[in-house]
């Protein structure tokens, strides 16, 4: 997929062209998602003849060659992207001392880039000049793919293929043969151990002495596109021919987390809009809200034993994240992961811990909401109706958002937020500075109230909608979200509520039908029984759940937030209708 660069007028290369933002893009695509659908095999059975090249048939799509080239790999060069007057504008801009930033908008790598990254893509990292080492220096490899960041991971899955972080590396110069410069460890972006320190160190000969650590050779005008995942680093350039011109900008999915966390925030200057409501919540709640994070990075995370909660100073690691697993070693004073939940989780995609509300907590939630029944909107949730089978079929869900009451009466719902029950097992399933935006709401659902479609799943994964994946490696468990729900009614066979298809976030079928009455019978539905004062833990994105209506004179009762990896942008950064940035 290419197509011949045009001449731009001299001051193209300048600035950084306005550009169609993401939500422009995926208006226009409408039904069209990007995915890997290769148009040809070259093995069908019975077809022994070798064929040299597979041809694209797809127009602006990658070619089936180069889906598979970074597919094993983790990176493709195009060649010959930059015309010669293209390439004479942009050494001249860097003889000036400028950037020759309108790179970061070529029409070429943006296609690239709509492929790899999705429709859905931003400028990560602005346009800079690699670093030229002396001959004594050296920069180890970085990248590789474990510890897992699922935040520039690659992901393939069935049609579905997205990279969350690409780097574009441009060749204002040559590169030969032992020049230096650049050096990648291919396929390192998948793969499933750490990179050992001897070969990131360069003390390893044998992956050299096979061909595996490679200096790409480039000629100027050409675009390398490699995963951000990939190991990399820089060697001493020691080509006498030319000084090393290599410009270098990165792309991520608008659901990524971007370096820069200023750029993330919901207001201005990298931290959360502090509101009224907020001046009572503690330290921890803070961390949890985001609002002791700086505009540079993440506070450091909050850990528990499962009973009480500090912050931990000395886990605040960029390249190893706080991230417990089944397999750690303990640490002194926080509680280690029990494998019977670890387990349960890793089968079911939901866990239901028990007793986590004292009697009188529950009998003070309980009460607030009584006082507040006015407030609760079952007129209007009346007038809608959910249709469907017969468990399905009712009114509205009716909600009261807790942000909605008096400072006094959010007191125990505040409780919920940061609570070492939960503090403890979040750490686990979603990784350590996980965050979420509120407070979250209070489901109170009548008798005749409808439940909800089943959503979520295993597969497909949409480059362009979410990616919540679950992903188990390694002792450790990976997803994007996690919904907890706070029961304060007891939840019995006959009333209904919560349904949850066990082991769908392992499913690599669509689901196929979404009511949640399971008509057919196949899905092997779930409809867990739970008392008041349990906590329940479902993905989700990745776990597919939904509700049967309601069928008790008692209230269903529950208090419903959601927690985020660190790894996704704010969901109010993503809903922005103006980025930032266009690119």
């Known amino acids: 997929m290419r197509s011949e660069p045009k001449s731009q007028n001299s001051s193209s290369m300048e600035k950084i062209p306005k550009t169609p933002t993401y939500q422009q893009r995926l208006k226009a695509a409408q039904e069209r998602w990007v995915h890997l659908k290769p148009p040809w095999h070259p093995h069908l059975p019975g077809q022994e003849v070798a064929v040299p090249e597979a041809k694209n048939i797809a127009g602006d799509n990658m070619s089936p060659e180069e889906n598979y080239g970074f597919e094993v790999k983790g990176f493709l060069i195009v060649r010959s992207v930059l015309n010669k007057s293209e390439l004479m504008e942009c050494n001249d801009l860097i003889d000036q001392g400028k950037m020759p930033l309108g790179l970061c908008a070529n029409p070429i790598l943006l296609r690239y880039i709509e492929q790899l990254c999705g429709l859905a893509y931003r400028l990560d990292k602005p346009l800079t000049m ?156 803070r961390v949890i809200l985001g609002l002791s994070d700086t505009n540079k990075d993440l506070a450091p995370p909050l850990l528990s034993n499962g009973h009480r909660n500090r912050i931990g100073t000395k886990f605040q690691k960029r390249d190893k994240p706080y991230h417990p697993g089944i397999y750690e070693e303990k640490i002194a004073d926080l509680e280690e992961v029990d494998p019977l939940e670890f387990f349960y989780w890793e089968l079911t995609g939901f866990l239901v811990v028990r007793k986590v509300m004292d009697p009188d907590w529950l009998a003070e939630s309980n009460d607030i909401i009584n006082a507040n029944q ?20 009712g009114t509205g869900r009716p909600s009261l958002s807790i942000t909605d009451l008096s400072d006094e009466e959010r007191k125990p719902f505040q409780r919920m937020l940061a609570h070492p029950a939960l503090v403890h097992r979040l750490n686990w399933m979603l990784g350590g500075h996980f965050r979420t935006e509120g407070l979250g709401s209070i489901i109170a659902t009548r008798r005749g109230g409808g439940g909800q479609i089943l959503h979520g799943n295993g597969a497909p994964i949409y480059p362009n909608i979410n990616w919540w994946p679950y992903l188990y490696r390694n002792g450790r468990c990976h997803t994007g979200q996690v919904n907890v729900a706070w029961q304060l009614h007891d939840v019995t066979q006959e009333e209904g509520g919560f349904v949850v298809v066990p082991g769908s976030h392992h499913a690599r079928f669509p689901l196929p039908s979404n009511d949640s009455g399971d008509p057919a019978g196949h899905k ?60």
Not at 187 to 197: A, E, I, L
Not at 532 to 545: P, S
Request: hydrophobic share 35%.
């Open 130 to 285: 690699l670093e030229q080492l002396e001959i004594n220096e050296f920069r180890p490899l970085k990248g590789g793919d474990e510890p897992r960041n699922p935040s520039r991971g690659y992901f393939h899955q069935g049609t579905s293929r997205f990279c969350q972080g690409v780097r574009a590396i441009w060749a204002l110069a040559d590169v030969p043969n032992q020049a230096g410069g650049l050096v990648l460890l291919p396929c390192s972006h998948t793969v499933n151990v750490p990179v050992p320190d001897c070969i990131r160190n360069g003390e390893d000969a044998y992956l050299e002495s096979i061909g595996m650590s490679l200096q790409p050779v480039l000629q100027a005008g050409d675009l390398l596109l490699h995963a951000s995942t990939i190991a990399h680093g820089l060697q001493p350039w020691i080509h006498k021919g030319n000084q090393q011109r290599l410009a270098s900008c990165e792309f991520i999915s608008v659901y990524a987390r971007p370096s820069d966390f200023s750029s993330d925030a919901v207001t201005e200057g990298g931290r959360v809009k502090e509101l009224p409501w907020m001046k009572q919540l503690n330290l921890e709640e």
């Open 374 to 393: 006015n407030r609760i909107d079952y007129e209007g949730a009346a007038q809608h109706q959910i249709d469907g089978s017969s468990k399905m079929r």
């Open 524 to 583: 092997g539905l779930v409809h867990p029984l739970m008392q008041a004062g349990d906590l329940l833990f479902f993905m989700g994105g990745a776990t597919t759940h939904g509700a049967w209506s309601w069928n008790s004179d008692v209230d269903r009762r529950c208090v419903l937030n959601a927690y985020w990896s660190k790894d996704i942008a704010r969901l109010s950064w993503v809903n922005k209708t103006n980025a930032t940035n266009n690119v």
